[in-house]
Nanobody
Framework: QVQLVESGGDLVQPGGSLRLSCVVSGSDFGIYAFAWYHQSPGNQREWVAA???????TYADSVKGRFTISRDNANNTVFLQMNTLSPDDTATYYC?????????WGQGTQVTVSS
């Protein structure tokens, strides 16, 4: 059974940076495109950044120019480099396949941006 384990979330001041990691267990990592999603209380989960099997990336307008998604196929890991964070980025961040979420959701990692 494939599992998703997200990590790297923290409390950070506005303007700060974080790097999130998502380790994907199992042998199917290379066949999927992956994305990072976020969800804040009272809101739906929505995607913020995606990366194809070949490394092409796409971003939601709200994070374009600030976030960078990447993947390490040798280690079954997806990263999200988050720069110039603002309080609006506060949410729980999850990874999953994209555009269809084929895998069971992990526990997510909490990002809180506050002074």
């Amino acid at each position: 059974q494939v599992q998703l384990v997200e990590s790297g979330g923290d409390l950070v001041q506005p303007g700060g940076s974080l790097r999130l990691s998502c380790v994907v267990s199992g042998s199917d990592f290379g066949i999927y495109a992956f994305a990072w999603y976020h969800q804040s209380p009272g809101n739906q989960r929505e995607w913020v950044a995606a990366i194809t099997r070949g490394g092409r990336t796409t971003y939601a307008d709200s994070v374009k120019g600030r976030f960078t998604i990447s993947r390490d196929n040798a280690n079954n890991t997806v990263f999200l480099q988050m720069n110039t964070l603002s309080p609006d980025d506060t949410a729980t961040y999850y990874c999953n396949t994209w555009p269809v979420q084929h895998l069971s959701w992990g526990q997510g990692t909490q990002v809180t941006v506050s002074s």
